[in-house]
């Protein structure tokens, strides 16, 4: 967390640790104004993420969580504080292609394959056609949908076009992946699956991960920092830093440690309704 306090040493180890992290927020606040008046969406939002770490935003509907990734991706602008990527202003690092971003729908044009579906933002990138084909290859492949280039989206399953979606989102290989409840229309089998599938996909391209989710169990499986939002105005409850090992089978699920964890993550929420 990046202290407010006007210590000289807490703002010295505060500007050491900011300028470490790869996403660094400091009292951030978002404010909508609407015609029935002003939405307080963020306030006081202060984080860093970690090179390599895999962070969870949990929290009720309407807590912020998906407008705090936006911000990050520079697609929302806040109104207070200071978002720093990669020692960027957000909408320089998404000028920069610093980030990939996977929606809670895949969002793959119907008409392209899913191969053209992958290569769309190498094409606007400018990536030469031998890029492009090395490219999609390579990430299709890390997602285990080799062989399925010329398919298109209506004859993937609900998961496959999810995966193809995630394809598409490291195509351009940015170190950091920006995921927005990307599971949630799945059904529980489906989702346990690409939850292993995404670990393993973590653990090969060791990418910085920001992910929304509602499901405490998926926050706790995926995660090595868990970010706990209290209801709107969206504010950090907790922030659980995961003593689960990288290594993580399904059935760690089972563990008094796993069990531990979901149990602190579910307290977080409480509380922050309980404040509300």
């Not at 899913?114 to 933002?121: A, D, F, S």
């Amino acid at each position: 967390m990046v202290s407010a306090d006007g210590d000289p040493q807490v703002l010295e180890h505060s500007a050491k640790t900011a300028r470490s992290a790869v996403i660094s927020a400091s009292s951030v606040d978002l404010t909508f104004q609407t015609n029935d008046g002003p939405v307080h969406a963020l306030k006081d939002v202060s984080l860093d993420i970690d090179k390599g770490d895999f962070v969870s935003f949990i929290g009720p509907s309407g807590c912020g969580k998906t407008t705090f990734l936006r911000c990050i991706a520079g697609l929302e602008t806040p109104t207070g504080g200071t978002l720093r990527v990669n020692g960027m202003t957000p909408d320089e690092a998404r000028r920069a292609r610093a980030y990939g971003y996977v929606f809670q729908a895949a969002g793959l044009y119907p008409w392209r394959t899913i191969g053209g579906n992958v290569k769309l933002p190498l094409e606007i990138m400018g990536y030469s056609k031998a890029e492009q084909a090395e490219r999609v290859s390579r990430v299709l492949e890390l997602v285990d949908l080799a062989g399925f280039a010329r398919k298109y989206p209506w004859q993937l399953s609900g998961g496959m076009q999810q995966r193809a979606s995630i394809a598409r989102a490291l195509a351009f290989d940015a170190d950091i992946l920006l995921m927005d409840e990307p599971f949630g229309a799945l059904d529980e089998i489906v989702r346990d699956h690409l939850n292993e599938q995404l670990l393993q996909l973590w653990a090969r391209t060791e990418k910085t991960i920001g992910f929304v989710t509602h499901s405490i169990p998926e926050a706790v499986y995926l995660s090595t920092k868990i970010v706990v939002m209290s209801p709107r105005p969206g504010r950090i409850a907790d922030v659980i830093e995961s003593t689960l090992p990288r290594e993580r089978p399904l059935d760690i699920r089972d563990s008094p440690e796993f069990i531990a964890i979901a149990h602190r993550v579910r307290d977080g929420l409480r509380a922050g309704h309980a404040d509300d």
